[in-house]
């Protein structure tokens, strides 16, 4: 479970993102995430472990969302800086590890693909459907480009992370939560980050510089070359057209000054 800020703030000037732990929770996906792990673990006969990595303010969260079944025995927050790694040292010997296929902070989709090469598992990201086919074994969908989709066969171990889609948590009972208010979270301390960066410089991105060819000739020649002073030029001109006449028209404009399109 990604602990993330549900509510942040966007300054509209700088466009600066503001969060506040008052507003953390959990996503759609991941919530859709702990209760394809319950499904699992109800057909298998087996338990489910909770973990996130994120402050301390997270351990209520984790405490109701513990409450929606059962068969989640462990509740596990980590302090770590390389997530994945704190992950995978957690989930170690997992038959199944199941994420949110992308976060509301970072929106990458990064961790799960991470998750499994720490622990060497097969993986199927993105899947839109998950069923428990055998001990161990799951059939999966998982979205294409273009409406296509792929089914997928996984055992264990494997990691898997789905939509927010796939499935909605179920409703804990009221007598489950006021249980689950004073229940054990385990809280781990990972070290294994590796070096802070070092920044040599920071700004904003600017596109690389289109390449031309060097001009040739005698100096005056080169000179005349690299000012255009003798090259016809089309001037400005304002044109007013339907969206897919003006956009033909940018894009043959950028040909003409030589850009690959």
């Known amino acids: 479970m990604r ?14 993102v503001s969060t506040d732990v008052r507003g953390g929770g959990f996503s759609a996906a991941d919530q ?26 997270a351990e209520a969260a984790l405490r109701e969302l513990s409450a929606a079944g059962e068969l989640v025995d462990r509740v596990v927050r980590v302090q770590a800086d390389d997530v994945a790694a704190a992950l995978a040292a957690v ?54 480009g273009g409406g296509r989709s792929e089914r997928l066969r996984l055992r264990a171990p494997s990691v898997l992370s789905v939509e927010g889609s796939v499935a909605r948590l179920r409703r804990a009972t009221l007598p489950a939560v006021a249980a689950a208010v004073g229940r054990r979270v385990d809280v781990i301390h990972h070290g294994g980050h590796g070096p802070e960066p070092h920044v040599i410089a920071a700004g904003p991105w600017s596109p690389r510089a289109r390449i031309v060819a060097p001009p040739v000739g005698s100096p005056r020649e080169r000179i005349v070359t690299l000012t255009g002073a003798l090259v016809d030029r089309n001037p400005p001109r304002v044109i007013e057209a339907p969206p897919a006449e003006a956009a033909d028209a940018i894009l043959q404009q950028l040909r003409d000054w030589g850009y690959d399109l």
């Open 32 to 57: 859709a995430a702990l209760e394809v792990a319950l499904r699992l673990a109800e057909a298998w006969d087996g338990s489910v472990t909770v973990v996130t990595v994120g402050p301390a303010e």
């Open 91 to 144: 989930l170690e010997g997992a038959d199944v590890v199941l994420c949110g296929d992308i976060s509301l902070d970072g929106g990458s989709g990064a961790t799960p693909a991470l998750v499994a090469h720490h622990l060497g598992a097969a993986q199927g990201l993105g899947l839109v459907e998950v069923e428990a086919v055998g001990p161990g074994v799951v059939e999966a969908t998982r979205r294409l």
């Open 3 to 16: 602990w993330v800020d549900l509510r942040p703030e966007i300054d509209s000037l700088t466009g600066e």
